[in-house]
């Protein structure tokens, strides 16, 4: 049979693969057990063994240090930022700077960077396809959150050469749901794909006509999903708990696994209940050598108060998406619930006040990304039937440093990708070879407050008087959301020679 290419949902929780089969059906591809997702956790255990999945699931209460969780909302970031500080914050693995301005995680006394993380991720989920199709999986269609910068995203095609995968397209989660509702229905729809996972939360409306998928505005923030609600609810038993003995068992890391455990468990529950008991024994002891419990119960009401900040952003952010659309609520024909935390009854009450209908159930929030993926993967086949047309966007502008730290953006905010831009530059002062430029990612008008994506470096400049010599820079965006840039003399037509440097930012 002709191997196949298949398509993975790297999650921040948890993570998929599905598979378009022979006769066009798309299958979830099953993991030990009739699960069809892995959770994306990585671990060494004490006798220096690597565990992948639900084995690192399960020994993670006992070996919090060298288990590596959640760790997709590290990837592409430098170690200075607020996403990295808040994370040292509470993961019990060690976070320290990496030689690349990006950060390293310790498991097992060996440090990973993120490409690491992530390859032994997508390593398992393709073995267990590998596995399951009986064949060896080499190509993988990935998803990444829409709202992943550029940097983000070439992590993940580095995480697949890392093990042999050719990530062949990296594609937006939000429109790999869209894929799921809409590919072969021929339909024609704008629909809103609101995406609150585990780490991430995105929102992309698209209108899809037939076959031709088109992102109209997309937005998110990579720092709200599911584990900031089990934050929440962490820190009001920490507090509760602190009120009644005066104990701080944040310093904890075996109190904080069971906490962090048994709080995901009650939000998830209360999203069927009203009312759950929490209680955890014998979860610290007194200095008198007590054993000192958790006794304490959550209702609905009180999960909802405690989070309304959360589900208040997620919409502030839908809002501005649905302006910078150009559309307003009643154009919108249907809103798409996808990612785990959607299943929180106060998501789907808020967001039906806010478009004046109920989220549709059209798609399945834990699969449609994974089989959106398998969908476009298989569209990308040479002998398929199946040809859909993604017309996607950037997140954020991008664009570069003038003088004085200010940004000059090239692509604005949503514009469509692929994309090509050219901006004239002239030499500055006399026998000028090499002209650096610093590029950056982000909507703010100053450098210092965007991510920067490089240093480039063009090099093989005529020498010549200042100002004398024009250089052509080539800025090209491509369907993945990934730049590369080029240069050349318009005079000769000769190319410069490009370098890259990913440099601490300021
Ligand atoms: P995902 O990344 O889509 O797998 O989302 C996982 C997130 O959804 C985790 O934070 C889960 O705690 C959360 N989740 C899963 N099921 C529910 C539920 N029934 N109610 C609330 N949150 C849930």
């Given at each position: 049979m002709k191997e196949p290419i298949i398509g993975i949902d790297l999650g921040t929780t948890n993570s998929c693969a599905a598979v378009v089969e022979g006769d066009g059906d798309v299958k979830l591809i099953p993991y030990k057990g009739g699960e069809y997702t892995i959770p994306s956790i990585f671990a060494i255990d004490d006798k220096g063994n690597e565990l992948i999945g639900y084995e690192a699931k399960r020994q993670w209460q006992l070996n919090p240090r060298n288990t590596i969780y959640g760790a997709k909302r590290l990837v592409g970031r430098p170690f200075q930022s607020?996403?990295?500080?808040?994370m040292r914050k509470v993961a019990a693995y060690s976070i320290r700077p990496g030689a690349r301005n990006?950060?390293?995680?310790?498991?097992?006394?060996?440090?990973?960077?993120?490409?690491e993380f992530s390859a032994k991720v997508l390593g398992k989920v393709r073995d267990v396809a590998s596995a399951h199709l009986k064949q060896p999986i080499r190509r993988a269609v990935v998803t990444v959150p829409a709202y992943f910068n550029d940097r983000q995203r070439q992590v993940v095609k580095e995480a697949g050469s890392l093990i042999d995968l050719e990530v062949v397209r990296i594609i937006n989660e939000p429109t790999a749901a869209s894929l799921a509702y809409g590919v072969g229905k021929g339909m024609n729809k704008t629909?809103?794909?609101?995406?609150?996972g585990g780490g991430t939360f995105d929102v992309s409306i698209i209108e899809i006509r037939d076959r031709v998928f088109e992102v109209k505005a997309t937005g998110g923030d990579i720092f709200l999903g599911g584990i900031d609600f089990d934050d929440v609810l962490i820190h009001h038993v920490l507090?509760?708990?602190?009120g009644k003995t005066g104990i701080d068992l944040a310093a904890d890391p075996v109190a904080m696994q069971r906490i962090k455990d048994l709080a995901e468990r009650t939000k998830i529950d209360l999203s069927s209940r009203e009312e759950v008991a929490f209680n955890i024994p014998f979860i610290t002891m007194t200095a008198q050598g007590q054993p000192l419990n958790i006794e304490m119960k959550f209702t609905r009401k009180l999960l909802e108060q405690l989070t309304s900040q959360l589900v208040d952003r997620s919409l502030q952010i839908v809002a501005r998406v649905l302006v910078d659309s150009g559309l307003s609520t009643k154009d919108i024909d249907e809103v798409l619930l996808v990612g785990g935390q959607t299943r929180m009854p106060v998501v789907q009450d808020r967001l039906t006040r806010f478009f004046g209908?109920?989220?549709s159930k059209g798609v399945h929030p834990d699969e449609a990304?994974?089989?959106g993926a398998a969908l476009y993967a298989h569209s990308l086949e040479d002998d398929t039937n199946l040809r859909v047309q993604l017309l996607d966007v950037i997140p954020m502008a991008i664009g570069l440093e003038k003088a004085g730290g200010a940004f000059h953006s090239v692509f604005s905010r949503n514009?469509?990708?692929?994309n090509a831009k050219q901006l004239l530059a002239t030499t500055s002062f006399d026998h000028q070879t090499e002209l650096a430029m610093r590029i950056f990612q982000g909507d703010h008008e100053l450098v210092a407050n965007n991510d920067m994506l490089g240093e480039f470096t063009f090099s093989g400049i005529r020498?010549?008087?200042a100002g004398a010599v024009q250089v052509e820079i080539t800025f090209d965006v491509n369907i993945e959301g990934i730049l590369t840039m080029r240069a050349r003399d318009p005079a000769t037509g000769r190319e410069m020679t490009t370098t890259v440097r990913v440099t601490s930012q300021n």
């Open positions: 607020d996403v990295v500080q808040q990006d950060v390293v995680v310790d498991a097992g006394k060996r440090e990973f960077t993120l490409q629909v809103v794909i609101y995406d609150l507090k509760d708990f602190a209908k109920p989220p990304v994974a089989v514009a469509a990708i692929p020498a010549d008087r």
